[in-house]
Structure formats: structure tokens, C-alpha cells
């Protein structure tokens, strides 16, 4: 006959013991007669079902109807018991393999593994960690520093003075609410990576040499080839005697090693505040070789000259070093250069992509191209 849950006469501790020993014999018994898969569940739900399994009833019949003074005997006891019939079907297993392992449990290793996508990098991330690698290579270390910046940072210390011209060309985004601030304190975007040239040399004393990605912002529109934001590669050297021709042959290398060897460059004058002299460097077209025409149509990207313009650079201005000379740049003493670019820029040119707005939108059918 299959066990059933019997009211108790009474709740004396002989009683109680000879309950649960009968319900735990009967449990053991149960285990032992299971085959399969089916049986398993049947026992399973027989005595842990929640709605009528023994053990809801056990509790429903024994320790409701328990009269005050027993209950907590019985409650130990009932606990007891619960906690040896749930060992007695958690332990069960069917037709355990040598591991003991349920033919539940057991791999089938016939089966598809999953998959799992792992990204790729972004183009504009993967064409700023060559370039970066590019100067590590030749001693840069990397530097990094604020994306809401002060105006001292983005502008007074780089030589724009308040009210100069030159900040017009940087299309600025203000932080709300600074009036009440100092000029120098108040907070914006920074329109380029070049504060964190101060940054780092407030920081650490000369020989220098840094490289510097980072995320800058403008209150450019966005069309095919302007972003709102977008992204800057910064270096800067300073030592003594450091010259042009360190400046060239720097770049130079750098160009070739991005582009290849058969690139050549060239430098026609510019202006920037924070160097003196400055420079536009432009590399020869890499897509049509520098002839300005690909077969018999002409060459878009470089506008048919046969060359691109890749970046800005000059040696430090003097007055720079002004800024962070109690931090050991004498310009009397020290000289450098320094040259910013911009990634998207390039990304969109060595990939040969026509919009740079693609490159922010997240749409994985462009950005697969590159996994
Ligand atoms: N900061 C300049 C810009 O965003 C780029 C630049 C030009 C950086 C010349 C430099 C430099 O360090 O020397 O337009």
C-alpha cells in the first residue's frame, strides 16, 4: 500500500518519532523503486509538489492541527523531516554513466557550440590605436585629459588671449550658466585635444613626449563630412634643440608607416596661435599616387592635386612655454614641436568611406565591414 499522510492522534515525542520514521521509510523505499526519467518526476512531485506533494500535506495535517503546547516540538520535527526528504529526492538520480552523471545531464558533443559575437573595433577607434602605436614606437607615451574643459586650458594657455580672432575659428560649445565664474574658470567643450599639451606638461617636467586621442566637440552641423563631435590625435616633443627637421622627419616616418612607404609629404605654411611657425602637413593622394586622375576620371578624395591635407603642426610657440614654465619648460631652454589630426578624418580616407556621419549612427551592416 503507498504511503499516505495520517492525522496524529497524538503529539506525544513517541508518536511524532514513529510518524516521521514511518514517512521517512516509505520516502526510501520510493527512492529505490525509481528507473527513469518518468518515475523521477512522479516521485519528485509526489512528495515535493507544491500544491499536494507529502510534504505540503505533512505540513497542512500535522502542524496546523498541532495543539498549542506541541507546536514547537512538532515544528522542529517536521522540519527535520522536510530536510531529510528533500536529501532523499534531490539525491536521486536516473541511470547515472560511470560520472554519475542523468542522461540529462550528460554533453552531447555532437552538438553546434554557441555562438558568441565578440565585436570588432570601431574604424575610428582601430585607425587611432595604429597611429598611436605608431609614436609609441618611436618613445611617446599617452596622455589623456578632460573632455569638458576650462577656457584656460582650451584657450589662454594655448596663446588665444580673451577676445582673440583666433577663437572665432573653433566653433565653441559653451556649458550653460559660467558667467558667474572668472573668464578663465568658465567651463566648455574643448574644441581640440591641445589643452592636454598643458595638462601634461604642468604635470611632468621635460624631456616630453606624448601622444594624445581623444574625443572634441564643435558647433560644426552634421553633414557628410562634419560631425558635432568627432576625434583628434595630439603629439607633442619638447627638449632641448628640438627643430623643424625633427618635426618633418617625425611626421614623415609616421605618415609612411600609416600609409605606407611610397607616400611622400610636404608642409606649406600656416597659422595656429600656440606654434610658431606653423604648418599644414599634406601627405601625396595614396588612392590615385599622387597623379590626381584614377584611370581616366579625376581623383575625388585629393580633389585631383594629388595631395591631402592630414594635419596641423608647428614648433611650440614661446609663449606656451610661458604658461608652465615654473614647471621647468625655460623657453629660453627648451624647444618642440606639435601636431594635431584628425582620426575620422583619416578613417574616412584610408577606408574610403564618403560620410563620416556613418561612423556614429551604430548601424552594425556598416560596422561589420570591420569584424
Ligand atoms: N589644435 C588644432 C586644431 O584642432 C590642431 C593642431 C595644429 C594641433 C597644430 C597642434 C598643432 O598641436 O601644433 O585645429
Keep these: 500500500m503507498a504511503y499516505t499522510v495520517q492525522r496524529l492522534a497524538d503529539y506525544s515525542e513517541a508518536a511524532l518519532e514513529s510518524a516521521a520514521g514511518e514517512c521517512i521509510r516509505a520516502c526510501e523505499g520510493e ?37 498549542k503546547e506541541a507546536k514547537r516540538e512538532a515544528g522542529i520535527r517536521v522540519n527535520e523531516l522536510k530536510a531529510r526528504i528533500n536529501e532523499l529526492v534531490e539525491a536521486k538520480k536516473v541511470g547515472g554513466d560511470e560520472s554519475g552523471a542523468s542522461a ?15 565585436g570588432a573595433e570601431h ?8 597611429l598611436v602605436r605608431i609614436f609609441q614606437k618611436l618613445g611617446y607615451s599617452v596622455a589623456e585629459g578632460p573632455v569638458i574643459e576650462t577656457d584656460y586650458y582650451n584657450f589662454e594657455a594655448l596663446n588665444f588671449p580673451p577676445n582673440h580672432p583666433a577663437r572665432d575659428t573653433q566653433d565653441t560649445l559653451f556649458i550653460a550658466g559660467q558667467q558667474v565664474k572668472p573668464p578663465r574658470e ?28 581623444g574625443t572634441v566637440h564643435r558647433n560644426d552641423p552634421p553633414d557628410a563630412s562634419h560631425s558635432p563631435m568627432f576625434h583628434q590625435i595630439e603629439g607633442l616633443c619638447v627638449d632641448t634643440n628640438i627643430t623643424f627637421g ?37 601627405v ?26 592630414i594635419l596641423g603642426c608647428g614648433m611650440v610657440d614661446p609663449n606656451v612655454f610661458e604658461f608652465v614654465k615654473d614647471s621647468g619648460y625655460d623657453p629660453k631652454r627648451v624647444s618642440g614641436f ?34
Excluded at 186 to 213: D, F, N
Excluded at 252 to 277: C, I, L, Q
Design 123 to 130: 574604424p575610428v577607434v582601430k585607425t587611432t590605436n595604429e
Design 31 to 67: 527512492a529505490a523503486a525509481v528507473r527513469d526519467e518518468a518515475d523521477l518526476k512522479d516521485f519528485r512531485n509526489r512528495w515535493l509538489g507544491r500544491k499536494n506533494g507529502i510534504l505540503t500535506q505533512i505540513n497542512d495535517q500535522w502542524l496546523k492541527d498541532a495543539p
Design 246 to 282: 625633427d618635426l618633418k622627419g617625425t611626421l614623415d616616418h609616421a605618415m609612411k608607416e600609416f600609409f605606407g612607404s611610397s607616400v611622400k609629404t610636404s608642409f606649406r605654411p600656416s597659422f595656429f596661435p600656440f606654434t610658431e611657425p606653423s604648418a599644414e602637413m599634406y
Design 284 to 309: 601625396s593622394c595614396f588612392i590615385c599616387g599622387g597623379s590626381g586622375r584614377r584611370g581616366s576620371d579625376p581623383c575625388r578624395p585629393c580633389k585631383q592635386t594629388g595631395w591631402i591635407e
Design 186 to 213: 568658465r567651463l566648455l567643450l574643448r574644441t581640440h585635444t591641445s589643452p592636454v599639451q598643458i595638462r601634461t606638461m604642468e604635470k611632468m617636467p621635460p624631456p616630453l613626449r606624448i601622444v594624445i586621442p
Design 338 to 371: 606639435a601636431f594635431g589630426m584628425g582620426a575620422d578624418r583619416i578613417a574616412l580616407l584610408k577606408y574610403g568611406v564618403d560620410d563620416i556621419q556613418l561612423f556614429f549612427q551604430g548601424d552594425v551592416r556598416f560596422l561589420r565591414q570591420w569584424a
Design 104 to 118: 540529462a545531464e550528460r554533453v552531447d558533443i555532437s552538438l553546434p557550440g554557441l555562438h558568441r559575437p565578440i
